[in-house]
Every structure is written in C-alpha cells, then in structure tokens.
C-alpha cells in the first residue's frame, strides 16, 4: 500500500498478525470477568468468587471449551498461513500382500 503524497510504500502485515489480533479480541470477550459472571448465573454456578467451592473450576473448564471451539471457527475462517491451507497430504500405500488361494 502507497501514501500517495509521499510515495512511501507501507510495510505489509502479515497475516499471522492479524490472526493474533483476533485472538486476542476472542480471549478478551471471553476471559472477561463479567462473561464468566454471566455464565455462571445463567448455569447456577453462583459462587464463583468463593474461593472454597468448586464453581471456578468449573467455569474454568467451560471457558476451556468455549475458546477452543471459538478457536476452531477461527482457524476455518481465516487462515494464518494461505500457502498450506487446503492441501491434502496423501500418504503413501503398501502394496497389497498375495492371497491364497
């Protein structure tokens, strides 16, 4: 990309970055404090501040699983790396072994 006026040339970002860049936003919004709050009263995991019960385990456990399948849709979304994405790696087969007859 140019600027125009100056014509200077503007380094390009890679998509790694960008792909960081969402990651982040996806981890804020889900690590949030009121996220977990909300999710806990909406599954009556109510005491999640109480260092003695076991609900931030828990909640602990959902988020796991929550950021992982936001992770997955990401990666089907948008793919760090363009050049491998799409190709499939066939492995090379055996010859068969004579049967009797």
């Known amino acids: 990309m140019k600027i125009p006026l100056i014509d200077y040339e503007l380094p390009s ?7 960081c860049f969402f990651t982040m936003i996806l981890y804020l919004i889900v690590a949030m404090p009121d996220t977990n709050k909300y999710i806990g009263k909406y599954l009556g995991l109510n005491k999640y501040d109480d260092v003695t019960e076991n609900d931030r385990y828990y909640l602990w456990f959902i ?3 929550v ?3 936001l992770m ?3 990666l089907m979304l948008y793919n760090p790396n363009p050049g491998i994405g799409g190709t499939v790696i066939e492995t090379p087969t055996a010859p068969a072994l004579p049967t009797r007859s």
């Not at 970002?13 to 792909?19: C, D, T």
């Open 63 to 65: 988020h796991s699983i």
């Open 72 to 74: 997955f849709v990401l």
């Open 67 to 69: 950021f992982a399948l």
């Open 13 to 19: 970002i890679p998509r790694k970055f960008y792909f």
